[in-house]
């Protein structure tokens, strides 16, 4: 079992840069692909970026691409998504996930962290 805390969601103007912190319990998390999804008010949850357990592989939607970076410090248990130039349209709620070893569905989710970008 898998715990997911995000952290570092604010308001920010657009143009600004934001990291957010999505923090796992329990000794193996070396061994989980990490993801972060948002969700905008009155739609539905999208993928954001993934990260592959094995070190290699990082995967972005075209929306984020080139703005956004997804890494992780497996020494902190830790995944960050760095979004840099951010826009009005990346406000939601922001949520890590996580799925051992890549396989299946996302079976750990963090509780959310709401990230407004002002215009």
């Known amino acids: 079992q898998v715990q997911l805390v995000e952290s570092g969601g604010g308001l920010v103007q657009a143009g600004d840069s934001l990291r957010l912190s999505c923090t796992a319990s329990g000794r193996t998390f070396g061994t989980y692909t990490m993801g972060w999804f948002r969700q905008a008010p009155g739609k539905e949850r999208e993928f954001v970026a993934r990260l592959n357990w094995s070190g290699g592989g990082t995967y972005y939607a075209d929306s984020v691409k080139g703005r956004f970076t997804i890494s992780r410090d497996n020494a902190k248990n830790t995944a960050y998504l760095q979004m840099n130039s951010l826009k009005p349209e990346d406000t939601a709620v922001y949520y890590c996930?996580?799925?051992?070893?890549?396989?299946?569905?996302?079976?750990?989710w963090g509780q959310g962290t709401q990230v407004t970008v002002s215009s």
């Open positions: 996930a996580a799925k051992q070893y890549g396989l299946g569905s996302w079976d750990y």
